[in-house]
């Protein structure tokens, strides 16, 4: 997914809200806030929005002196959704099918995202998404697909959201590994954070080798390329990794919640025909092309 005109504002307004973080300062922000829009005049509209994210969170990161903009914003959400588990789990044990449930209930922690979004509701979230249509792939297909697999990687994405990705990792027969990313980027998790959330006990942890908030594969190890070309199903969590991924050939399930009507038009301009109909809010278990 290219990166396009309507992302430029919504780079911008992330800058506003990492500015008004790290201080109250309304001259500091100002030079914050013109030194990213500066910094977009450079971008390459033909690399994915997660790529270009990459300097302007370098950018916001020199100029507030902080290596890790998010850090207590990613403890927060660790601690949080760990306290969820054992109701998690309650939910999982009486459903029809758990294996079912826990998908959705990874794609619920999707909401998780100090990118796209501030504010959200993740109760909320959860409440629907035990019910809401899963959208792109029947669940059928998936679970035969997934039968057929010898070993899966699985993407990572934020940090709480990483409980919720245990959940779904613990219903999987197969050996897992679960890459997170090198250095930080916004609320995106590293192995600390997968750590913390025990994800060790249940798969074995890699990085992909970027500050990136997606998985763009040239920019990634050779190891984890390795291990990406082996692996017979990907399971990919969130935006980020969906747009940096939604046009790489590879046995590869999207799991992620809508929240941004470029990404929406863009899973159209994917679905042939658009059968679909993705639209801001849904729930995605969509398979690559």
Known sequence: MQTSLDCLPCFLHQALGVARRISDQPTRQQEILLAANRLLTDFDLDLSPPENAISLYRLLTEMSG????????????????????????LKLATAPNPLEMAVRLAIAGNIIDYGALVDFDLQTVINRCQTAELKGTTFSQFNSDLRNARNILYLADNCGELAFDRLLIEQLDQPVTVAVKESPILNDALREDALFCRIDKVAEIISNGTACPGTPLGRCSKAFQQCFAEADLIISKGQGNFETLSEVRAPIYFLLMVKCPTVAAHLNDLDNPPAAGFKLGDLVLKRSR
């Open 66 to 89: 902080c290596p890790d903009l998010f850090a207590e914003l990613k403890r927060q959400s660790n601690r949080q959704t760990l306290e969820m588990l054992p109701d998690l789990r």
